[in-house]
């Protein structure tokens, strides 16, 4: 076998290992997305896990509970809808929550990781169309797009997967009743009517507890079909 063959074999063997484990993919290509060093810890894998079984079809909506700085932003809106890609590139996104400017920089993050060298040597397969790249909007030569939206203002848009990340700032959490109202009425009704297929496509919701009629005390309080990872933060 020479040097060449051996460098196909690598890159293939790569690219299955990739493909079959979001936790792998992660691993592997974090520094390459953010430019820190990757810490692994178990909640990350929790993490991964159980986003990789909502790819699969065994969960269908997800909400992610965890302290800030704990990597879910990174995990759910940067890194999950390229692995996602990487397996089925026709698949699209919305992403969403309380600040535009915070969506689009998940968005143009994931942009510039799958525009990068280290990146498409391995999976040269999904391309970027270029007609269609911008900081709020991109598309793949296979049909699959990412989406930024504001969260008030998601009527017209569809998509294979919702991310909602942090809908609701955490001051206005804490003290407006009205702010919490208004996210909630949107979260239970435009927000859940997104999805091109309602029976099969997925919501993941990503926040950090802020008050007990918060969104995901409202999806536990009514009994949706959410399962939930909950990780609260411990001081020592």
Not at 10 to 17: A, E, I, R, S
Not at 116 to 142: G, M
Not at 205 to 231: F, L
């Amino acid at each position: 076998m020479n040097i060449e063959d051996m460098f196909t074999l690598k890159q293939n063997l790569l690219k299955d290992l990739c493909k079959n484990s979001f936790h792998f993919f992660v691993k592997q290509f974090w520094k390459i997305a953010d430019g820190t060093n990757f810490v692994d810890n178990w909640h990350l894998k929790m993490m991964c896990d159980t986003l990789q079984a909502v790819y699969n079809g065994d969960i269908q909506h997800v909400y992610i509970a965890v302290p800030p700085g704990s990597g879910k932003s990174m995990i759910v809106s940067v890194l999950y809808p390229v692995w996602c890609w990487v397996n089925d590139p026709t698949k699209s996104f919305l992403s969403t929550g309380h600040t535009m400017s915070l969506n689009q920089k998940f968005c143009t993050k994931s942009l510039r990781f799958l525009m990068s060298p280290e990146f498409t040597n391995v999976f040269d397969y999904i391309e970027i169309d270029p007609k269609e790249k911008a900081k709020a909007h991109y598309r793949n030569l296979e049909g699959g797009f990412r989406e930024a939206a504001s969260f008030t203002s998601l009527t017209g848009k569809r998509a294979n997967y919702v991310l909602v990340d942090d809908p609701i700032t955490v001051n206005n959490a804490k003290t407006s009743r009205t702010e919490r109202e208004a996210v909630n009425d949107i979260f239970l009704n435009a927000l859940q009517s997104r999805l091109n297929d309602p029976e099969k496509d997925h919501i993941i919701v990503i926040a950090q507890r802020t008050h007990v009629e918060d969104i995901i005390g409202i999806i536990k309080e009514k009994n949706m079909n959410y399962e939930g990872i909950v990780i609260p933060m411990e001081y020592t």
